[in-house]
Protein backbone atom coordinates (compact mmCIF):
# COMPACT_ATOMS: atom_id res chain seq x y z
CA UNK A 1 0.00 0.00 0.00
CA UNK A 2 1.21 3.25 -0.93
CA UNK A 3 1.98 6.01 1.94
CA UNK A 4 -0.09 8.67 1.99
CA UNK A 5 0.49 12.25 2.68
CA UNK A 6 0.43 12.86 6.51
CA UNK A 7 -2.28 15.78 5.92
CA UNK A 8 -4.66 12.76 4.15
CA UNK A 9 -4.03 10.31 7.21
CA UNK A 10 -6.87 9.93 9.74
CA UNK A 11 -6.34 10.95 13.07
CA UNK A 12 -6.96 7.07 14.01
CA UNK A 13 -4.38 4.92 12.20
CA UNK A 14 -5.04 1.27 11.54
CA UNK A 15 -1.98 -0.97 11.60
CA UNK A 16 -1.39 -3.77 8.28
CA UNK A 17 -2.26 -7.14 9.73
CA UNK A 18 0.06 -8.67 11.99
CA UNK A 19 2.39 -5.21 11.93
CA UNK A 20 2.15 -2.50 14.44
CA UNK A 21 2.45 1.75 13.86
CA UNK A 22 5.93 3.23 14.39
CA UNK A 23 6.12 5.90 16.70
CA UNK A 24 6.58 9.49 15.16
CA UNK A 25 10.62 10.38 14.96
CA UNK A 26 11.21 14.31 15.54
CA UNK A 27 12.56 16.49 13.07
CA UNK A 28 16.49 16.70 12.64
CA UNK A 29 17.06 12.98 14.01
CA UNK A 30 20.33 11.82 12.64
CA UNK A 31 20.23 8.37 11.00
CA UNK A 32 23.76 6.14 10.47
CA UNK A 33 23.32 3.64 7.04
CA UNK A 34 25.33 0.02 7.12
CA UNK A 35 28.09 2.07 5.12
CA UNK A 36 28.72 4.68 8.70
CA UNK A 37 26.98 7.28 6.17
CA UNK A 38 24.88 9.99 8.09
CA UNK A 39 21.20 10.96 6.97
CA UNK A 40 19.43 13.54 8.32
CA UNK A 41 15.35 13.52 9.03
CA UNK A 42 13.31 15.86 8.14
CA UNK A 43 9.64 16.51 8.13
CA UNK A 44 6.92 13.35 7.58
CA UNK A 45 5.83 13.02 4.08
CA UNK A 46 3.46 10.49 4.19
CA UNK A 47 2.46 7.27 6.47
CA UNK A 48 0.77 3.96 6.19
CA UNK A 49 -0.22 0.63 7.78
CA UNK A 50 3.61 -0.40 7.78
CA UNK A 51 5.46 2.62 8.25
CA UNK A 52 6.06 6.36 7.30
CA UNK A 53 8.13 8.10 5.32
CA UNK A 54 10.12 11.11 6.02
CA UNK A 55 12.23 13.95 4.46
CA UNK A 56 16.36 13.58 4.51
CA UNK A 57 19.28 14.81 3.13
CA UNK A 58 22.54 13.73 3.54
CA UNK A 59 23.93 17.40 4.72
CA UNK A 60 23.69 16.67 8.90
CA UNK A 61 25.21 20.73 8.75
CA UNK A 62 21.71 21.89 7.58
CA UNK A 63 17.64 21.92 8.28
CA UNK A 64 16.28 19.58 5.96
CA UNK A 65 13.79 22.07 3.53
CA UNK A 66 10.85 21.05 1.37
CA UNK A 67 12.91 20.51 -1.60
CA UNK A 68 14.99 18.07 0.24
CA UNK A 69 16.51 15.20 -2.72
CA UNK A 70 15.86 12.11 -0.86
CA UNK A 71 13.36 10.28 1.45
CA UNK A 72 13.22 7.68 4.25
CA UNK A 73 10.97 4.74 4.80
CA UNK A 74 10.70 3.83 8.67
CA UNK A 75 8.88 0.90 9.61
CA UNK A 76 9.44 -1.34 13.17
CA UNK A 77 11.86 -3.46 13.41
CA UNK A 78 9.08 -6.05 13.96
CA UNK A 79 7.19 -5.35 10.69
CA UNK A 80 8.74 -7.42 7.18
CA UNK A 81 7.60 -5.66 3.78
CA UNK A 82 11.11 -3.04 4.76
CA UNK A 83 13.12 -5.88 5.39
CA UNK A 84 12.08 -7.17 1.88
CA UNK A 85 12.03 -4.07 0.00
CA UNK A 86 15.79 -3.27 1.66
CA UNK A 87 16.94 -6.91 0.46
CA UNK A 88 15.77 -5.74 -3.39
CA UNK A 89 17.59 -2.94 -3.13
CA UNK A 90 20.55 -3.99 -2.37
CA UNK A 91 20.58 -7.30 -4.59
CA UNK A 92 19.30 -5.34 -7.88
CA UNK A 93 18.79 -1.75 -7.68
CA UNK A 94 21.95 0.07 -7.18
CA UNK A 95 23.50 2.54 -9.67
CA UNK A 96 26.29 0.78 -10.83
CA UNK A 97 24.12 -2.46 -11.84
CA UNK A 98 21.14 -0.12 -13.47
CA UNK A 99 24.03 1.78 -15.48
CA UNK A 100 25.47 -1.37 -16.99
CA UNK A 101 22.04 -2.52 -17.60
CA UNK A 102 21.12 0.31 -19.56
CA UNK A 103 23.98 0.40 -21.49
CA UNK A 104 24.06 -2.64 -22.80
CA UNK A 105 20.33 -2.77 -23.58
CA UNK A 106 20.84 0.47 -25.33
CA UNK A 107 18.63 2.71 -23.23
CA UNK A 108 18.91 6.08 -21.60
CA UNK A 109 17.37 5.16 -18.57
CA UNK A 110 14.90 2.72 -16.61
CA UNK A 111 12.15 3.60 -14.16
CA UNK A 112 13.46 1.76 -11.09
CA UNK A 113 14.95 3.66 -8.07
CA UNK A 114 18.62 3.55 -7.05
CA UNK A 115 19.56 2.37 -3.45
CA UNK A 116 21.10 5.11 -1.23
CA UNK A 117 21.14 3.74 2.09
CA UNK A 118 20.04 1.35 4.42
CA UNK A 119 20.52 0.42 7.97
CA UNK A 120 19.04 0.19 11.85
CA UNK A 121 18.40 2.85 14.22
CA UNK A 122 17.00 3.29 17.77
CA UNK A 123 15.57 5.83 19.67
CA UNK A 124 13.72 5.58 22.78
CA UNK A 125 14.57 2.07 23.44
CA UNK A 126 12.58 0.83 20.33
CA UNK A 127 14.51 -0.27 17.18
CA UNK A 128 13.54 0.82 13.36
CA UNK A 129 14.69 0.08 10.64
CA UNK A 130 15.22 2.45 7.62
CA UNK A 131 15.91 2.74 4.06
CA UNK A 132 17.26 6.15 1.45
CA UNK A 133 15.80 6.71 -1.92
CA UNK A 134 15.91 9.42 -3.83
CA UNK A 135 12.59 11.97 -4.03
CA UNK A 136 10.02 11.53 -6.36
CA UNK A 137 6.78 13.61 -7.55
CA UNK A 138 3.14 12.83 -7.51
CA UNK A 139 2.20 9.24 -8.06
CA UNK A 140 -0.50 8.38 -10.96
CA UNK A 141 -3.30 6.71 -8.90
CA UNK A 142 -3.62 10.54 -8.04
CA UNK A 143 -3.61 11.86 -11.42
CA UNK A 144 -5.96 8.97 -12.27
CA UNK A 145 -8.22 10.68 -9.61
CA UNK A 146 -7.99 14.80 -10.14
CA UNK A 147 -8.05 13.54 -14.15
CA UNK A 148 -11.74 12.35 -13.69
CA UNK A 149 -11.11 9.09 -13.43
CA UNK A 150 -9.56 9.08 -17.04
CA UNK A 151 -6.00 9.03 -18.63
CA UNK A 152 -5.44 10.30 -21.96
CA UNK A 153 -4.47 7.29 -24.41
CA UNK A 154 -1.03 8.88 -25.37
CA UNK A 155 -0.07 9.28 -21.67
CA UNK A 156 -1.16 5.77 -21.15
CA UNK A 157 1.12 4.26 -24.05
CA UNK A 158 3.85 6.20 -22.41
CA UNK A 159 3.25 4.86 -18.67
CA UNK A 160 2.89 1.42 -20.70
CA UNK A 161 6.18 1.34 -22.66
CA UNK A 162 7.99 2.28 -19.24
CA UNK A 163 6.86 -0.08 -16.89
CA UNK A 164 7.49 -2.67 -19.69
CA UNK A 165 11.01 -1.43 -19.07
CA UNK A 166 10.76 -2.18 -15.43
CA UNK A 167 9.35 -4.89 -15.12
CA UNK A 168 11.64 -6.28 -18.02
CA UNK A 169 14.52 -5.29 -15.71
CA UNK A 170 13.22 -6.78 -12.66
CA UNK A 171 12.04 -10.24 -13.99
CA UNK A 172 15.83 -10.06 -15.66
CA UNK A 173 16.78 -10.85 -12.09
CA UNK A 174 14.90 -13.38 -10.69
CA UNK A 175 12.20 -10.88 -9.23
CA UNK A 176 8.77 -10.23 -9.54
CA UNK A 177 6.95 -7.09 -8.36
CA UNK A 178 3.28 -8.13 -7.22
CA UNK A 179 2.32 -5.07 -6.69
CA UNK A 180 1.95 -3.23 -10.00
CA UNK A 181 -0.43 -0.59 -9.12
CA UNK A 182 -1.13 3.58 -10.01
CA UNK A 183 -0.26 4.76 -6.37
CA UNK A 184 3.79 2.49 -6.61
CA UNK A 185 4.11 4.52 -9.80
CA UNK A 186 5.40 7.81 -9.25
CA UNK A 187 6.78 10.68 -11.58
CA UNK A 188 9.51 12.89 -11.79
CA UNK A 189 9.90 15.54 -9.08
CA UNK A 190 9.42 18.90 -9.75
CA UNK A 191 8.51 17.98 -13.82
CA UNK A 192 5.66 19.23 -15.89
CA UNK A 193 2.75 16.68 -16.03
CA UNK A 194 2.40 15.89 -19.94
CA UNK A 195 1.98 13.06 -22.37
CA UNK A 196 5.65 11.91 -22.03
CA UNK A 197 6.61 12.28 -18.45
CA UNK A 198 9.15 10.06 -16.50
CA UNK A 199 7.52 7.29 -14.45
CA UNK A 200 9.39 5.17 -11.82
CA UNK A 201 7.95 1.56 -9.97
CA UNK A 202 8.33 1.84 -6.38
CA UNK A 203 7.15 0.01 -3.20
CA UNK A 204 8.85 -3.67 -3.10
CA UNK A 205 7.46 -5.13 0.00
CA UNK A 206 5.70 -8.18 -1.73
CA UNK A 207 9.00 -8.20 -4.02
CA UNK A 208 8.79 -12.22 -4.80
CA UNK A 209 11.59 -14.04 -6.23
CA UNK A 210 9.93 -16.58 -8.91
CA UNK A 211 13.40 -18.33 -9.46
CA UNK A 212 15.23 -19.96 -6.94
CA UNK A 213 19.20 -19.81 -6.28
CA UNK A 214 19.72 -22.21 -9.52
CA UNK A 215 18.57 -20.31 -11.65
CA UNK A 216 15.27 -22.27 -12.07
CA UNK A 217 12.14 -20.88 -12.20
CA UNK A 218 9.78 -22.10 -8.94
CA UNK A 219 6.83 -24.30 -9.62
CA UNK A 220 2.93 -23.24 -9.40
CA UNK A 221 2.13 -23.87 -5.58
CA UNK A 222 -1.38 -23.33 -4.04
CA UNK A 223 -0.62 -21.46 -0.72
CA UNK A 224 -3.01 -20.50 1.25
CA UNK A 225 -1.21 -18.18 3.21
CA UNK A 226 -0.46 -15.70 0.64
CA UNK A 227 -3.56 -16.03 -1.67
CA UNK A 228 -5.36 -13.26 -2.56
CA UNK A 229 -1.76 -10.90 -1.89
CA UNK A 230 -1.74 -7.71 -3.20
CA UNK A 231 -4.22 -5.00 -4.15
CA UNK A 232 -7.56 -6.96 -4.99
CA UNK A 233 -8.71 -4.87 -7.96
CA UNK A 234 -5.68 -5.70 -9.86
CA UNK A 235 -4.75 -9.08 -8.17
CA UNK A 236 -3.57 -11.22 -11.00
CA UNK A 237 -5.38 -14.50 -11.21
CA UNK A 238 -1.75 -16.40 -10.28
CA UNK A 239 -1.74 -14.13 -7.23
CA UNK A 240 -4.84 -15.47 -5.93
CA UNK A 241 -3.66 -18.38 -5.73
CA UNK A 242 -0.79 -17.28 -3.56
CA UNK A 243 2.00 -17.77 -6.30
CA UNK A 244 3.61 -15.29 -8.32
CA UNK A 245 5.30 -14.67 -11.63
CA UNK A 246 6.00 -12.86 -14.87
CA UNK A 247 2.70 -13.21 -16.44
CA UNK A 248 1.52 -12.27 -12.79
CA UNK A 249 2.68 -8.86 -12.92
CA UNK A 250 1.84 -8.44 -16.79
CA UNK A 251 -1.79 -9.25 -16.10
CA UNK A 252 -1.44 -6.78 -12.93
CA UNK A 253 -0.30 -4.06 -15.27
CA UNK A 254 -2.93 -4.58 -18.44
CA UNK A 255 -5.70 -3.98 -15.61
CA UNK A 256 -4.11 -0.73 -14.80
CA UNK A 257 -3.85 0.18 -17.97
CA UNK A 258 -7.20 -0.45 -18.63
CA UNK A 259 -8.64 1.29 -16.07
CA UNK A 260 -6.70 4.65 -17.09
CA UNK A 261 -8.36 3.78 -20.24
CA UNK A 262 -11.95 2.93 -19.72
CA UNK A 263 -12.24 4.43 -15.86
CA UNK A 264 -13.34 1.49 -13.73
CA UNK A 265 -12.62 -2.70 -14.00
CA UNK A 266 -15.83 -4.61 -14.77
CA UNK A 267 -15.40 -5.91 -10.81
CA UNK A 268 -15.01 -2.28 -9.25
CA UNK A 269 -18.10 0.16 -8.12
CA UNK A 270 -19.96 2.54 -10.16
CA UNK A 271 -17.73 5.30 -8.84
CA UNK A 272 -14.54 2.80 -8.85
CA UNK A 273 -12.52 1.10 -6.08
CA UNK A 274 -13.85 -1.85 -4.54
CA UNK A 275 -16.78 -2.68 -1.87
CA UNK A 276 -15.57 -2.92 1.71
CA UNK A 277 -16.64 -6.37 2.22
CA UNK A 278 -15.92 -7.86 -1.13
CA UNK A 279 -15.26 -11.85 -1.57
CA UNK A 280 -11.96 -11.90 -3.28
CA UNK A 281 -13.21 -15.27 -4.44
CA UNK A 282 -15.96 -13.71 -6.46
CA UNK A 283 -13.35 -11.24 -7.83
CA UNK A 284 -10.86 -14.07 -8.60
CA UNK A 285 -14.12 -16.00 -10.83
CA UNK A 286 -14.57 -12.41 -12.71
CA UNK A 287 -11.42 -12.20 -13.77
CA UNK A 288 -11.02 -15.97 -14.93
CA UNK A 289 -14.26 -15.43 -16.41
CA UNK A 290 -13.25 -12.22 -18.40
CA UNK A 291 -9.91 -13.33 -19.48
CA UNK A 292 -11.21 -16.48 -21.36
CA UNK A 293 -13.23 -14.66 -23.18
CA UNK A 294 -11.28 -11.40 -24.34
CA UNK A 295 -14.06 -9.57 -26.81
CA UNK A 296 -16.42 -9.78 -23.61
CA UNK A 297 -13.96 -8.69 -21.26
CA UNK A 298 -13.32 -5.27 -23.50
CA UNK A 299 -17.29 -4.90 -24.66
CA UNK A 300 -17.46 -4.97 -20.41
CA UNK A 301 -14.70 -2.15 -19.82
CA UNK A 302 -16.11 0.13 -22.74
CA UNK A 303 -19.29 -0.43 -23.37
CA UNK A 304 -20.16 2.27 -25.60
CA UNK A 305 -16.62 3.02 -27.38
CA UNK A 306 -14.16 0.80 -29.52
CA UNK A 307 -11.73 -0.64 -27.36
CA UNK A 308 -8.23 0.35 -28.39
CA UNK A 309 -6.26 -2.21 -30.61
CA UNK A 310 -2.96 -2.43 -28.51
CA UNK A 311 -5.09 -3.26 -25.09
CA UNK A 312 -7.13 -6.17 -27.17
CA UNK A 313 -4.00 -7.73 -28.41
CA UNK A 314 -1.80 -7.28 -25.06
CA UNK A 315 -4.81 -8.98 -23.21
CA UNK A 316 -4.96 -11.88 -25.41
CA UNK A 317 -1.14 -12.14 -25.30
CA UNK A 318 -1.00 -12.31 -21.42
CA UNK A 319 -4.59 -14.89 -21.73
CA UNK A 320 -2.01 -17.47 -23.45
CA UNK A 321 1.17 -16.68 -21.70
CA UNK A 322 2.11 -19.83 -19.16
CA UNK A 323 3.32 -19.52 -16.28
CA UNK A 324 6.86 -19.80 -16.76
CA UNK A 325 7.27 -18.73 -19.68
CA UNK A 326 9.62 -15.92 -20.99
CA UNK A 327 7.14 -12.43 -22.04
CA UNK A 328 7.78 -11.49 -25.08
CA UNK A 329 8.62 -7.57 -24.39
CA UNK A 330 9.37 -5.97 -27.34
CA UNK A 331 6.48 -7.14 -29.18
CA UNK A 332 4.39 -6.01 -25.94
CA UNK A 333 6.00 -2.48 -26.37
CA UNK A 334 5.70 -2.26 -30.08
CA UNK A 335 2.07 -2.45 -28.97
CA UNK A 336 1.79 0.61 -27.45
CA UNK A 337 5.07 2.39 -29.37
CA UNK A 338 2.18 2.86 -32.58
CA UNK A 339 -0.12 4.78 -30.82
CA UNK A 340 -2.69 1.54 -30.40
CA UNK A 341 -2.44 0.65 -33.69
CA UNK A 342 -1.66 -2.68 -34.92
CA UNK A 343 0.25 -2.62 -38.81
CA UNK A 344 -1.60 -5.91 -40.20
CA UNK A 345 0.76 -7.94 -42.43
CA UNK A 346 -0.30 -11.61 -44.82
CA UNK A 347 0.44 -14.35 -42.79
CA UNK A 348 2.98 -15.43 -45.50
CA UNK A 349 5.00 -12.46 -44.61
CA UNK A 350 5.19 -12.71 -40.88
CA UNK A 351 8.15 -14.14 -39.23
CA UNK A 352 8.32 -14.85 -35.63
CA UNK A 353 10.89 -13.46 -33.50
CA UNK A 354 12.64 -16.04 -31.03
CA UNK A 355 14.11 -14.57 -27.80
CA UNK A 356 16.14 -17.35 -25.88
CA UNK A 357 15.96 -17.57 -22.02
CA UNK A 358 18.32 -20.24 -19.88
CA UNK A 359 15.05 -21.91 -19.04
CA UNK A 360 12.63 -21.40 -21.93
CA UNK A 361 11.90 -19.07 -24.75
CA UNK A 362 9.12 -17.23 -26.12
CA UNK A 363 7.42 -16.73 -29.71
CA UNK A 364 5.15 -13.93 -30.99
CA UNK A 365 2.27 -16.47 -32.46
CA UNK A 366 0.15 -14.92 -35.46
CA UNK A 367 -2.79 -15.90 -33.91
CA UNK A 368 -3.55 -15.55 -30.16
CA UNK A 369 -5.51 -18.24 -28.75
CA UNK A 370 -7.64 -17.39 -26.14
CA UNK A 371 -6.99 -18.45 -22.51
CA UNK A 372 -6.94 -21.89 -21.91
CA UNK A 373 -9.39 -23.56 -18.92
CA UNK A 374 -6.95 -22.79 -15.69
CA UNK A 375 -7.65 -25.05 -12.86
CA UNK A 376 -5.91 -24.63 -9.39
CA UNK A 377 -3.35 -26.46 -8.41
CA UNK A 378 -4.04 -29.12 -5.18
CA UNK A 379 -2.62 -28.02 -2.01
CA UNK A 380 -0.20 -30.26 -0.03
CA UNK A 381 -2.86 -31.66 2.26
CA UNK A 382 -5.12 -32.53 -0.92
CA UNK A 383 -7.92 -30.17 -0.07
CA UNK A 384 -8.74 -29.03 -3.33
CA UNK A 385 -9.72 -24.82 -3.85
CA UNK A 386 -13.76 -24.76 -5.49
CA UNK A 387 -13.99 -22.58 -7.98
CA UNK A 388 -16.28 -22.39 -11.37
CA UNK A 389 -13.95 -25.32 -13.21
CA UNK A 390 -14.33 -27.68 -10.12
CA UNK A 391 -17.44 -27.03 -8.90
CA UNK A 392 -18.84 -27.93 -11.85
CA UNK A 393 -17.01 -31.05 -11.79
CA UNK A 394 -18.70 -31.75 -8.24
CA UNK A 395 -22.00 -30.87 -9.33
CA UNK A 396 -21.92 -33.79 -12.33
CA UNK A 397 -20.30 -36.58 -10.37
CA UNK A 398 -22.60 -39.25 -9.48
CA UNK A 399 -22.74 -40.77 -6.02
CA UNK A 400 -23.02 -44.44 -5.54
CA UNK A 401 -22.71 -46.31 -2.04
CA UNK A 402 -22.29 -49.74 -3.75
CA UNK A 403 -19.09 -48.31 -5.15
CA UNK A 404 -18.12 -46.60 -2.23
CA UNK A 405 -19.22 -50.32 0.52
CA UNK A 406 -17.17 -52.31 -2.10
CA UNK A 407 -13.79 -50.54 -2.23
CA UNK A 408 -11.04 -52.25 0.08
CA UNK A 409 -11.24 -50.07 3.87
CA UNK A 410 -7.38 -49.48 3.46
CA UNK A 411 -7.77 -47.96 0.06
CA UNK A 412 -10.12 -46.31 1.17
CA UNK A 413 -9.06 -44.53 3.75
CA UNK A 414 -5.97 -43.33 1.77
CA UNK A 415 -7.64 -41.28 -0.90
CA UNK A 416 -5.10 -39.23 -3.12
CA UNK A 417 -6.37 -36.73 -4.87
CA UNK A 418 -4.78 -36.13 -8.49
CA UNK A 419 -5.34 -32.74 -10.34
CA UNK A 420 -6.67 -34.03 -13.79
CA UNK A 421 -4.72 -33.09 -16.72
CA UNK A 422 -5.65 -32.03 -19.85
CA UNK A 423 -3.98 -30.79 -22.79
CA UNK A 424 -5.68 -26.99 -23.15
CA UNK A 425 -4.24 -26.88 -18.86
CA UNK A 426 -0.75 -28.16 -18.38
CA UNK A 427 -0.42 -27.87 -14.82
CA UNK A 428 2.41 -25.07 -14.20
CA UNK A 429 3.63 -27.68 -11.54
CA UNK A 430 2.88 -31.12 -11.57
CA UNK A 431 2.40 -32.93 -8.09
CA UNK A 432 5.31 -34.95 -7.36
CA UNK A 433 5.07 -38.17 -8.76
CA UNK A 434 3.77 -41.39 -6.35
CA UNK A 435 6.64 -43.86 -6.29
CA UNK A 436 7.02 -47.07 -4.03
CA UNK A 437 8.16 -45.90 -0.83
CA UNK A 438 11.24 -47.72 -0.13
CA UNK A 439 11.90 -50.56 2.01
CA UNK A 440 11.85 -49.19 5.77
CA UNK A 441 15.61 -49.56 7.65
CA UNK A 442 14.60 -50.33 11.30
CA UNK A 443 16.96 -49.91 14.16
CA UNK A 444 18.87 -52.44 16.20
CA UNK A 445 16.11 -52.20 19.15
CA UNK A 446 13.54 -52.03 16.95
CA UNK A 447 14.92 -55.63 14.89
CA UNK A 448 15.57 -56.79 18.44
CA UNK A 449 11.80 -56.55 19.85
CA UNK A 450 10.79 -57.93 16.54
CA UNK A 451 12.94 -61.00 17.04
CA UNK A 452 11.78 -61.35 20.76
CA UNK A 453 8.12 -60.90 19.38
CA UNK A 454 8.83 -63.78 17.08
CA UNK A 455 10.72 -66.38 19.95
CA UNK A 456 7.67 -65.21 22.50
CA UNK A 457 5.15 -66.52 19.37
CA UNK A 458 6.82 -69.76 18.38
CA UNK A 459 7.58 -70.85 22.06
CA UNK A 460 11.23 -70.57 22.26
CA UNK A 461 11.45 -67.36 24.63
CA UNK A 462 10.59 -69.06 27.66
CA UNK A 463 10.58 -67.01 31.12
CA UNK A 464 14.04 -66.80 32.64
CA UNK A 465 14.93 -65.55 36.43
CA UNK A 466 15.99 -62.36 36.38
CA UNK A 467 19.44 -62.76 38.12
CA UNK A 468 21.86 -60.23 38.26
CA UNK A 469 24.77 -61.54 36.40
CA UNK A 470 22.36 -61.52 33.03
CA UNK A 471 21.74 -57.89 33.37
CA UNK A 472 25.29 -57.27 33.28
CA UNK A 473 25.51 -58.95 30.04
CA UNK A 474 24.53 -56.14 28.00
CA UNK A 475 25.61 -55.61 24.49
CA UNK A 476 26.36 -51.68 25.05
CA UNK A 477 28.48 -52.27 27.80
CA UNK A 478 32.49 -51.07 27.32
CA UNK A 479 35.29 -53.39 27.84
CA UNK A 480 35.46 -51.00 31.20
CA UNK A 481 32.44 -51.62 32.29
CA UNK A 482 32.74 -55.34 31.47
CA UNK A 483 35.86 -55.30 33.61
CA UNK A 484 34.27 -53.84 36.63
CA UNK A 485 31.15 -56.12 36.42
CA UNK A 486 33.28 -59.07 35.70
CA UNK A 487 35.02 -57.86 39.51
CA UNK A 488 31.48 -57.79 41.21
CA UNK A 489 30.79 -61.17 40.23
CA UNK A 490 33.91 -62.94 41.04
CA UNK A 491 33.73 -60.97 44.45
CA UNK A 492 29.99 -62.18 45.03
CA UNK A 493 31.25 -66.04 43.93
CA UNK A 494 33.60 -65.65 46.63
CA UNK A 495 31.10 -64.49 49.18
CA UNK A 496 29.15 -67.28 48.26
CA UNK A 497 31.99 -69.88 48.60
CA UNK A 498 32.65 -68.66 52.25
CA UNK A 499 29.27 -69.14 53.49
CA UNK A 500 28.68 -72.56 52.03
CA UNK A 501 32.21 -73.83 53.06
CA UNK A 502 33.05 -72.95 56.75
CA UNK A 503 30.62 -73.73 59.66
CA UNK A 504 28.47 -71.18 61.41
CA UNK A 505 31.37 -69.72 64.28
CA UNK A 506 29.17 -70.41 67.50
CA UNK A 507 30.34 -69.83 71.71
CA UNK A 508 30.48 -73.41 71.53
CA UNK A 509 33.40 -73.51 68.32
CA UNK A 510 34.59 -70.86 69.13
CA UNK A 511 35.74 -72.67 72.77
CA UNK A 512 36.62 -75.97 71.39
CA UNK A 513 38.88 -73.98 69.00
CA UNK A 514 41.02 -72.14 72.16
CA UNK A 515 41.26 -75.63 74.01
CA UNK A 516 43.37 -76.87 70.88
Partial sequence: MAPRRAEECPL???????????????????????TQKEWKLGSRLGCGGFGDIYLASDDVNKTVGQDAKYVIKIEPHHNGPLFV????YIRVARQH??????????????????YEGAGSHVWKGERFRFLVIPRYGVDVGKLFVSSGRKLHTKLVNNLAVQMLDALEYIHSHGYAHADVKGSNIVLELNGQISNNPQAYLVDFGLAYRFKTAAGIHKPFVHDERRAHEGTLEFTSRDAHHGTHSRRGDME???????????????????????????????????????????????RKCFPENKPPAAIMAYMKYIASLDFEAKPNYSYLRSLFNRGGKIERTPQSTVRRKRISDENNSCERPIKMPYLRERRPCK?????????????????AE??????????????????????????????????????????????????????????????ILKQKSKSYDHELKVKWMTPAMEEVAQLKRNKQSNAAKTTTMSPRLTRSRVAQQKRK
Fill in 97 to 114: MIKDYCQSQKISRIGIPT
Fill in 252 to 298: TLGYNILQWLCGKLPWEKEDGGMRSFCNPEEVHAQKEALLSDIPLFM
Fill in 398 to 459: EFCWEEVLARHPDKLAKVIIQPINSPLTPPPSPPPQLLPSPPSLPTYAMLHVIQRMKDRQSG
Fill in 85 to 88: EMNF
Fill in 379 to 395: PVNGEGRITRNTQAAIE
Fill in 12 to 34: KRVAAPGCRLPARLPSGEILTDI
